[in-house]
């Protein structure tokens, strides 16, 4: 059984910087695509990156270009979020996912993560 736990998330400032961080049991995730999510209270989920098998490839959401990086470990298993820059805009529950279609940003992949929320104040 595939399973995703996403840790890191919590309250900072504008302006300051988060590392999410995704952890996956039962696969190694050396097999799939990985991305991440967000959802903010009342709006729809937002792709927000995405990285390849082998992490040489990458892309983003318009909205976090620039300030966010994606990367992974297949020796750990484990995906990261790097988030600079905040914005209270950025205030969300930021979800894990694996095995998503490399280059997609509206079809999501089988395994997701609890998710874990970040909260930017002003």
């Known amino acids: 059984q595939v399973q995703l736990v996403e840790s890191g998330g919590g309250l900072v400032q504008a302006g300051g910087s988060l590392r999410l961080s995704c952890a996956v049991t039962g696969r190694t995730i050396s097999d799939y695509a990985m991305g991440w999510f967000r959802q903010a209270p009342g709006k729809e989920r937002e792709f927000v990156a995405a990285?390849?098998?082998?992490?040489?490839?990458?892309y983003y959401g318009d909205s976090v270009k620039g300030r966010f990086t994606i990367s992974r470990d297949n020796a750990k298993n484990t995906v990261y979020l790097q988030m600079n820059n905040l914005k209270p805009e950025d205030t969300a529950v930021y979800y894990c996912n694996a095995d998503l279609p490399y280059g997609s940003r509206t079809t999501t992949g089988r395994y997701w993560g609890k998710g874990t929320l970040v909260t930017v104040s002003s």
């Open positions: 990285i390849g098998w082998s992490g040489s490839r990458t």
